[in-house]
């Protein structure tokens, strides 16, 4: 593959990064983005003043950092079932082309450690599925702002797969 | 049973609690009630309009936080310790979402709430939350 080709296809699997969280309205409205290196996503939720949970410190909203780890575990998951289609090429990877994405992992239950306020400013996070099962996969996943290693929340949920064909 | 006052009150004190037009109703001391009206822009699932999981996770937040500040007893502010959801069914669409949280326990440091989302019954959730808040002295910072 030229360099030419290797940059097309990149362009390509980023927009359809872009397309798959584009797709669903509540993403939108919290403005959550992602960016990828090869198979993993780091989410960013942009700052905006409708996220403050508590004016007077201000801090963002706790159910906000809950919903952006939600988010970024339910989208790896999806990106993880993806990828080795995008990888395969064909019909499977024509499909996506199309924006025909599998259906969102339903989460099961999700358990949130808060450890330091969310301040007014931009968010990032990233899942590490723990174990990924046919029907259930058991993701954590962390945010933090300004320093990788001053996590301001944690969550580990499980989330149950969509079946093959859609 | 409750009291719940019909229309409620905007919560217009809180930016994302009022950005999802959440409404505050009539509660007894250290149990909450709040509603959020469906809005096309909170849908997770375009294909059947089901709201997001976030959503019923933020209302349930507020909702638990909300009860353990009307406990009668608390002196000082809550923030989240830790949280957790069990998501039973998908909301119905087009229908409210309400969430009923109450504070059962009450220490010097840690409050500890449980509540339901659901829509038309509360014996039938959409999700069921459990959390622990930590009592912050009035006024001062959370920990950062």
Redesign the interface.
Known sequence: MSAVEAQTRKKKRDAMLDELSA????????DVEFTRMGDELTGRLNYS?????????P??????V???L??TAQTQLTWDLIWPKLEAGGEAEAALLRGEFP??P?????????F??G?PRDAYARAIVQKAGRRVANVRVEAWQDSRDRPIAAAHGNFLMPGEGK | MTRIHEDGYEMKAVPHSSELGMRSHKADPAHAIISVAYQDNLVGNPETGVIHGGVVTTVLDNCCGLAAMTHPDLKGMVATLDLRIDYMRPAKPGMTLWTSCECYRLTRSVAFCRGVAYDEDERDPIATATGAFMITAAKTKFEN
């Not at chain 1, 797709?23 to 919290?30: D, E």
């Open positions: 797709s669903i309205p509540y993403i939108r409205f919290l003043e409708k996220l403050i949970g508590n004016p007077m410190i801090a963002l909203h706790g159910g906000v809950s919903a952006f939600e988010i259906r969102t339903k989460t099961i239950n999700l358990t949130i450690d808060y330091r306020s301040r």
